[in-house]
């Protein structure tokens, strides 16, 4: 009588590690989905502060604006590549995450 239970305690355990696997994988997806929404809301942000200062100026000086903007942004995103990405998410030496700031994958250098 006691070997069908086990089997089923037996397979209840699996299940409930089946089901936390499941959740983990479920938060990463919307980490994720949630990371590139804002991402794009500053995508966004960016463009309609362009258009916000090209219709402050004289038509002259429109381009002007528009290709300072795309410089920032452009900027931005080479400083992010270098130095923001291995601060904000870089593990130290020891491999454990670092409270304050990473020392590693400058340039995502091992991120693949």
């Known amino acids: ?7 089923l305690v037996a397979q209840l355990e699996a299940l409930e590690m089946k089901l936390k696997t499941a959740k983990a994988d479920y938060s ?3 980490d994720t989905i949630w990371m590139l929404v804002c991402a794009m809301l500053v995508f ?3 463009s309609g502060f362009s258009l916000l200062e090209a219709g402050c100026v004289r038509f002259k000086n429109t381009q002007n604006i528009l290709a300072k903007n795309l410089i920032v942004v452009t900027l931005g995103f080479l400083c992010w590549y270098f130095i923001g990405y291995p601060l904000a998410f870089g593990v130290t030496t ?3 995450p ?14 693949f």
Do not use: I, T, V, W
Request: cysteine-free; glycine content about 6%; hydrophobic content about 45%.
């Open 98 to 111: 670092n409270k304050f700031a990473g020392s590693n994958n400058f340039a995502m250098d091992g991120f």
């Open 1 to 7: 009588m006691s070997a069908p239970n086990d089997q």
């Open 94 to 96: 020891a491999r454990a």
């Open 44 to 46: 966004f942000m960016h």
């Open 28 to 30: 990463e997806s919307l």
